[in-house]
């Protein structure tokens, strides 16, 4: 019986989400809903995103998610049918409902640069604005931030051992579909230089790349004609997959077909160091002496690095990078840590803090810099409670403003925080490239209005 062709059938689209306002716990709107009712809800406040701690070992963060974040903000409103939804599930009451139909950010809110690097206790988000419109982003905030730094942070390790060889993101099947694209993003902030993801070409400009799969080879009678449609289609160029049944005799038949031209070879399974050795070897009898060699298959940062003495010309990494190889989390919190009595801008702060065993806040309205030598290397993240510590002239302020009176204002490409992670790196001191469990590559300090000096309450 013969294949029976019709015309595919067009899927209807997933809606786009036009509001982020359901993004949250339904906690925060019943804390909304007492804090209305009892009159606090418009104390001015400040709310801190930081952590306690690293993953354990981890020597070093990498803040990733801001942009998404103002864009998530942007959006953050809630619509006629999403309003329908919490009254129809009593989630709150009628006025609470009144007071959401209304809601915008008015508030102001610093952070980090993305790219930047980070430590226990740094402010990354500084978050200034009522109660009320405040405490609603909490679980938006931290689900973007603890998503993308972690995998930011990973892709760090990555490209850091890689020294220079490109590492391409192709993890896309090995998590949700749209972490997959917010994924890319953060890989590439952080050194990658490419994704597999088209989609976050077409969102975010990161660089797309791709060839085919082992299912390509075998759709085809045999591995030869695969590998001449291959290179019918996309030129010379091209990266021939060569695992997929004897690698000898496909190195053998790509350079065959493709000649001294050919772009690359990639291997996706074996020992992969011995394979690059061979296949190099192999490459340059044949006299494609300028073909890449690419290596795929469950790489970590410390398979990337037991690579580092064979002939690999780039890195494949898929599962690892978007589970954060390892800590899928950064731990984030977002925590109130002053307040006023009434809304008035100009209405003293009190320090609010807890004091929960194991997890403590240093209560403060904070300001960060890190401290560097006369030579421009870090050497401890200093950060301000009350007042801005002072810049002894080598030093860099790492707060910058993201929100003005609810207007986005701290925009910027993604090539800058690209840029940004670079230059973060180049300034930490050697220790923190070590791949071995390890403290932060800096101390964290506190200092008073009064300038009184403190050491950090978190753990390493």
Same mark, same amino acid.
């Given at each position: ?7 595919? !059938? ?8 036009? @509001? ?6 339904? $906690?925060e709107l019943t804390m909304l809903q007492a804090a209305l009712r009892s009159g606090t809800a418009h104390r001015r406040s ?19 998610g801001t942009g998404r974040a103002l864009d998530a903000l942007d959006a953050f409103h809630f619509d006629d049918a999403q ?17 959401? &139909? ?20 740094? =402010? ?5 604005? @009522? ?17 993308? @730094? ?6 760090? !390790? ?5 020294? #220079? ?21 953060? &890989? ?26 082992? @299912? ?18 996309? #030129?010379q160029g091209t990266t021939l997959l060569v695992d997929t049944y004897d690698i000898v005799e496909a190195v053998k038949s ?11 070879? !990639? ?50 990494? #898929? ?14 919190? $977002? ?11 100009? #209405? =003293? ?63 910027? =490409? ?28 800096? !101390?964290?300090? $506190? ?14």
């Amino acid at each position: 019986m013969g294949v029976r062709r019709s015309a595919p !059938r067009r899927r209807a689209r997933l809606p786009a989400v036009h @509001s982020t306002g359901l993004l949250t716990d339904h $906690y925060e709107l019943t804390m909304l809903q007492a804090a209305l009712r009892s009159g606090t809800a418009h104390r001015r406040s400040v709310f801190e995103l930081f952590t306690r701690r690293l993953p354990a070992g981890r020597r070093y963060g990498v803040v990733a998610g801001t942009g998404r974040a103002l864009d998530a903000l942007d959006a953050f409103h809630f619509d006629d049918a999403q309003l329908s939804f919490l009254g129809g599930h009593s989630v709150v009451d009628g006025p609470t409902l009144e007071w959401l &139909a209304a809601y915008t950010f008015t508030g102001h809110i610093w952070g980090y640069g993305e790219g930047d690097a980070y430590f226990p206790g740094s =402010p990354l988000l500084v978050v200034e604005s @009522s109660f009320a419109e405040a405490v609603l982003l909490e679980t938006m905030l931290l689900s973007i931030f603890n998503h993308d @730094s972690a995998v930011a942070a990973a892709a760090s !390790r990555m490209t850091t051992v890689a020294e #220079g060889r490109p590492c391409i993101e192709m993890g896309s099947r090995r998590t949700h579909e749209w972490g997959a694209v917010a994924a890319a993003r953060a &890989a590439y902030i952080a050194g990658f230089a490419a994704s597999s993801n088209l989609q976050a070409g077409a969102d975010y400009d990161v660089p797309t790349r791709g060839t085919s799969a082992h @299912s390509f080879t075998l759709l085809h009678d045999t591995e030869h004609d695969a590998f001449a449609a291959q290179v019918e289609s996309l #030129g010379q160029g091209t990266t021939l997959l060569v695992d997929t049944y004897d690698i000898v005799e496909a190195v053998k038949s790509a350079v065959e077909l493709a000649g001294p031209q050919l772009g690359a070879v !990639r291997i996706d399974s074996g020992d992969l160091g011995l394979l690059a050795h061979q296949v190099r070897r192999q490459l340059d009898d044949l006299g494609a002496t300028q073909t890449r060699v690419i290596v795929t298959g469950d790489l970590d940062e410390f398979s990337i690095a037991a690579l580092a003495a064979a002939p690999v010309d780039g890195y494949g990494v #898929g599962t690892s990078l978007v589970t954060g190889s390892g800590h899928p989390t950064s731990g984030f919190v $977002y925590k109130l840590v002053a307040r006023a009595e009434s809304a008035d801008p100009e #209405g =003293p702060l009190i320090a609010v803090a807890k004091r929960s065993v194991d997890k403590i806040s240093v209560g403060g309205r904070k300001w960060a810099l890190r401290r560097r030598t006369a030579a421009g290397v870090a050497e401890a993240e200093v950060i301000g409670i009350g007042a801005p510590p002072l810049d002894d002239g080598d030093d860099r302020n790492l707060l910058r403003q993201l929100v003005r009176d609810g207007e986005t204002i701290g925009r910027e =490409p993604l090539d800058s925080a690209r840029g940004r992670h670079d230059a973060a790196m180049a300034e930490l001191p050697d220790e923190s490239r070590k791949l071995s469990r390890g403290e932060p590559a800096i !101390r964290t300090e $506190y200092v008073g209005a009064d300038r009184s000096a403190s050491t950090s309450p978190f753990a390493s």
